[in-house]
Nanobody, 118 residues
Framework: QVQLVESGGGLVQVGGSLRLSCAASGTFRSINAMGWYRQAPGKQRELVARITSVGSTNYAESVKGRFTISRDNAKNTVHLQMNSLKPEDTAVYYC????????????WGQGTQVTVSS
């Protein structure tokens, strides 16, 4: 069974930094795109950043220049470095990945809370 396990959330002051990590475990052949989504109270889940298996990235406009997504294919991990955090970045952050064994399925992590205090 494939699992995505996130770590690194927490409470930080405005302007601070946090680094989120997500590790995929279980039996699979390959991981395609990986990404981070977030959901604030009363809002829909939105894409924050995404990275393909060959390293192509895309970001939400609201985080461009502040957040950086990276992955380590050898360790089946994806990271999100978040700098210059703002109160509006407060949300539950979810790791997402498209993972193939025979068929490709979409998987989600359990979510990690990020709170930016002003």
């Amino acid at each position: 069974q494939v699992q995505l396990v996130e770590s690194g959330g927490g409470l930080v002051q405005v302007g601070g930094s946090l680094r989120l990590s997500c590790a995929a475990s279980g039996t699979f052949r390959s991981i395609n795109a990986m990404g981070w989504y977030r959901q604030a109270p009363g809002k829909q889940r939105e894409l924050v950043a995404r990275i393909t298996s060959v390293g192509s990235t895309n970001y939400a406009e609201s985080v461009k220049g502040r957040f950086t997504i990276s992955r380590d294919n050898a360790k089946n991990t994806v990271h999100l470095q978040m700098n210059s955090l703002k109160p509006e970045d407060t949300a539950v952050y979810y790791c997402n990945a498209f993972i193939m064994y025979i068929t490709t399925y979409e998987y989600w992590g359990q979510g990690t809370q990020v709170t930016v205090s002003s």
